[in-house]
């Protein structure tokens, strides 16, 4: 045993020198001694649940750990869907929104604006650190959608075979890129770190433990 490593998140097994951190989590390994008993273990052992700090709901107004951030991307990814994103000179002097465009040929834009609305939820009933690190791909996904539409309408500007057409992006275009950008970086992150493993000896008293800083 002495030879392993172990995620103190999901608990998978590594040899020495395998690898650093977990392929899965992404978190960093720990000796596999350092490991506390999992939940079932305490469980079995003081006859009743043990609670992880990882599994320790939040209170709802608790906007660490990247969720605030993230809840307040969403709100402002939606609310530049409809700030001005394409202005038109010919054949008329025109502003498109974003919400102007999907309503016309560019339907597909619709999508980054329910990307919104679905992660806006979603972060806000995470509750817990495991839940928020189980959360990451699906939100980094749905913030990424506005990113990929914009560099899609950038390199497919829109084109008529019978009238010289003339446009320019406008801010909103630019900063619903950036903020969709931003978005899924973060999101990627959303939970934090894990809580470090506790390297004080247990005693019979009390059981080993992680620690929230």
């Known amino acids: 045993m002495a030879a392993l490593l172990a995620c103190p998140f999901c608990r998978t097994l590594y040899e020495r020198g ?18 506390p008993p999992s939940a079932e273990a305490l469980s079995e052992e003081d006859g009743e649940s043990q609670t992880l700090p990882e599994d320790e709901p939040v209170r709802w107004n608790d ?31 025109v502003v498109h929104s974003g919400f102007d465009l999907a309503r016309g040929r560019a339907g597909w834009l619709w999508g980054g604006a329910t990307g919104w609305l679905v992660l806006f939820p979603l972060v806000w009933s995470r509750r817990t650190i495991r839940s928020m690190f189980g959360a990451r791909p699906v939100s980094a ?41 931003l978005g899924a970086l973060l999101a990627m992150r959303l939970g ?22």
Not at 24 to 31: D, E, H, M, Q, T
Not at 63 to 87: C, D, E, I, M, Q
Not at 193 to 211: A, F, M, N, Q, Y
């Open 18 to 35: 395998e690898a650093t951190t977990c392929a899965v989590c992404g978190v960093k390994l720990v000796a596999f001694e350092r490991l």
């Open 63 to 93: 906007f660490g750990r990247g969720r605030g951030a993230l809840l307040a991307l969403s709100v402002l990814g939606f609310a530049l869907f409809f700030a001005p994103w394409v202005t038109i000179e010919m054949p008329e002097d």
């Open 141 to 181: 996904l749905l913030a990424a959608m506005t990113v990929f539409e914009v560099f899609m309408l950038m390199a497919l500007p829109p084109r008529s075979e019978r009238l010289p057409v003339e446009i320019h992006w406008a801010w909103g275009l630019y900063a619903s890129g950036v903020v969709s950008l």
């Open 192 to 213: 934090g770190t894990l809580p470090p493993v506790s390297s004080e000896p247990s005693s019979p008293e009390s059981s080993p433990k992680r620690i929230l800083h």
